[in-house]
């Protein structure tokens, strides 16, 4: 098997943590090989207005034009400290996240987070006199806001969670999220301004995930139901074939499969009432959510 074959297969394989992590990479070698054939070509003028299809603008004229880039924009590095501090922080938080709360819910507050922060930065840059005359070139790239909105969400979520921090010792994930976003959000605010409005909208996102989550609601179940049905235009025709949604034929069947399912709701609720909300694992929560339907 070929290291492309290999990539390919792990990638297939991967949980979604594991698939982020690898779009992260594969668009940022993307733009190392551009960067380096234009390098070559003696067309390194032409680099900036690659990326400038990929990374979301400020101005709104543009963005109109361009309105996938609030989504590319939040897989897009060129830097290799940038994305490499990026990626290290999506797996530390992504992997407690993924125990707490599902896998599925990652991609939604990955996303959810990057969209927040993309449009945050959009709306400031449109709104506030100081960028008047920043916004007409300003772009915003990097997974940044996204990564925040996972950590903060994590955070936010099991604060009293620890880890374990080399020549410190462990420490509350929750002051390690909130040191996190004092220093790459609010130091210097007039450095990376973009980048750092970015990461407080992502913030927010997260938090509000994490919050409302807590307390049984969750605000991502509409985007979960997009996702989806866009997944389902990939899958063959064979596999749509076998996806079929019947009452049993048997009554009595039936009723037991109700009965059942009452039997497991149930539980859960009772162990709600003894141990709250947060003491549910995430299959169980999933459960909940899909009954209250």
């Known amino acids: 098997m070929s290291i492309i074959d290999e990539v390919k297969e792990s990638f297939r394989k991967g949980n979604t943590l594991h698939k982020l992590i690898y779009l992260n990479l594969g668009l940022f070698l993307t733009v190392q090989i551009v960067r380096i054939v234009l390098f070559l070509s003696n ?4 680099f900036d207005g ?3 299809y990929l990374a979301v603008p400020a101005n709104l004229e543009i963005l109109g034009r361009r309105p996938w880039t609030l ?8 830097d290799f400290i940038h994305i490499l501090m990026n990626l290290l922080w999506l797996y530390w938080f992504g992997t407690m996240f993924i125990r707490e709360l599902g896998v599925k819910k990652l991609l939604s ?8 922060g993309g449009l945050l930065y959009v709306i400031f840059y449109n709104i506030f006199p100081v960028f008047e005359q920043a916004r007409e070139g300003s772009i915003a790239l990097g997974a940044s806001a996204s990564v925040m909105a996972v950590v903060v969400a994590t955070a936010t979520y099991q604060p009293e969670r ?7 010792g462990p420490v509350k994930i929750i002051y390690i999220a909130l ?3 004092i220093f790459t959000s609010m ?18 996102m997260g938090f509000m995930f994490a919050r409302y989550y807590k307390q049984g609601k969750d605000i991502s179940k509409g985007f979960d139901r997009m996702m989806d049905r866009i997944a389902t235009w990939f899958k063959p025709g064979k596999e749509k074939l076998k996806v079929t949604y019947k009452r049993s034929s048997d009554d009595i069947e039936y009723n037991n ?3 059942e399912e009452q039997k497991e709701i149930d539980k859960i609720l009772d162990k709600i009432s003894k141990s709250g909300y947060d003491s549910l694992s995430a299959k169980e929560k999933e459960l909940l959510f899909k009954m209250r339907k």
Not at 43 to 46: C, G, P, Q, V
Not at 71 to 76: A, H
């Open 257 to 259: 499969q109700k009965a």
């Open 43 to 46: 067309s390194y003028d032409l």
């Open 162 to 168: 620890r880890m374990h921090l080399v020549l410190i």
């Open 109 to 116: 507050t990955y996303i959810l987070g990057g969209l927040s």
């Open 71 to 78: 989504i590319t924009y939040m897989f897009l590095h060129v």
């Open 187 to 204: 130091v210097d605010f007039s450095v990376n301004t973009g980048g750092k409005i970015a990461h407080i909208g992502g913030a927010i």
């Open 50 to 52: 690659f990326l400038d």
């Open 179 to 181: 040191v996190m976003f």
